[in-house]
């Protein structure tokens, strides 16, 4: 069985897709670029305050499924511009207990949603 995690604290599925689904004690989040979810703008002015929005945005989808970044047990991340790769590795890092962060990938990309910079997902288990 799975549930659908939804939370208003998150931007809303722009698409066919949900926040995230819950199967037994796993979650898979959907990939979270950086829109506010209070004003459904997205936040690109710098990639240090892009990638924290995507950050808080995974947090939110997290405590909705009752869940930290301690759970989390793989992440994705897709970036525009590898140069940008050491700002987002470092706010990305500050979610983290370095001895306890999960398994991860970072992959340039071509493209992603509204042109922004950085996409991350997640996968947690309780």
């Not at 809303?12 to 703008?41: K, R, W």
């Not at 301690?70 to 001895?99: H, L, P, Q």
């Amino acid at each position: 069985m799975k549930k659908i995690i939804f939370t208003e604290k998150a931007p809303a599925p722009i698409g066919p897709y949900n926040q995230a689904v819950l199967s037994g004690n796993t979650l898979y989040a959907s990939g979270q670029i950086a829109i506010n979810p209070a004003s459904g703008e997205l936040v690109t002015d710098n990639i240090n305050d892009e990638t924290k929005q995507v950050m808080e945005n995974i947090a939110a989808i997290l405590e909705a499924a009752n869940m930290t970044f301690e759970n989390v047990v793989k992440a994705t991340i897709f970036i525009m511009d590898m140069n940008n790769f050491g700002a987002i590795n470092t706010i990305y890092g500050s979610y983290f207990n370095e001895k306890t962060a999960p398994a991860r990938e970072t992959v340039q990309v071509a493209c992603l949603p509204k042109n922004v910079n950085v996409e991350i997902s997640i996968i947690a288990v309780q």
